[in-house]
């Protein structure tokens, strides 16, 4: 099933935000089977299309925007614009959007940290969470802080944190950088979607500004319904973190470790995702 593309307003501008409907086309479908898809680095909301594709077959909406950078009409000037509350305004915005007062939220990689932080700090707008990859953001600190796997597993953000030469090595032979971290792991014309957006410069910038406005985040504990899938062989993201998280959920919460999965898990484990996110929404 093809998306619907709806622009929507956000306070810097407009978010390009791809919808796919359960059959059923806006208003009427159920608020309560929606859920927000949150994407991550170095990828776009396409990378959602398998599990959209399994969510709608189930009567369920996904509605996943472009975030702050990737949209054309969203990259304002300024690290601080790219601040993690500046993130969680814009999915907001767009539950706004579309009359959403809460949704099942979705979200991998950076979409993850954002899905976290709306989970823990706009609790009330989110049915439950889904994070894949990224861990509980105060679990995800202290392994930066403490473990030496994880900080070797992160030394990428020194690069990722300079301007200008971050830009020119990711996008040097034709964004060859780029295309190595999906190699033979994400079918080639997907790649080939999310770089058609990141191998844009400025679209890159505005990428990378997520790390640069990176800080430690202050994030409670979490109380919504919330399953974490983690794959053990996810290159950027330690064990320390992941196992951590239980003590960061008060809520109802579900580890799912894959051990022989790596990072890009919404391309790779489609349908295991979707059943996850199918468990939540009952």
Known sequence: MEPRSVSVDVPVGTLDVLVWDAGTPEPSADPGRTVLALHGFPESAWEWERVAGVLTGHGVRVIAPMQRGYSPGARPDGIEAYAIEHLAADALAVMDRFGLGRAHVLGHDWGSSVAWWLAGHHAGRVASLTAVSVPHLGAFADAVASDPDQQARSAYFDLFRQEGKAEDVLLEDGARRL?????????????????????????????????RA???????DVT???????????????????????ARVAGEYRFVPLPDAGHWLPEQDAELLAREVLERIG
């Open 179 to 211: 295309r190595a971290m999906f190699a033979g792991q994400v079918p080639d014309d997907l790649v080939s979607r999310h770089l058609g957006i990141l191998g844009d410069r400025a679209a890159l910038t505005g990428a990378l500004n997520w790390y």
């Open 214 to 220: 990176m800080r430690r985040y202050e994030l409670p």
């Open 224 to 246: 919504v319904p919330t399953t974490f899938v983690w794959g053990g062989r996810d290159p950027a993201i330690a064990r320390s973190g992941a196992e951590a998280t239980a």
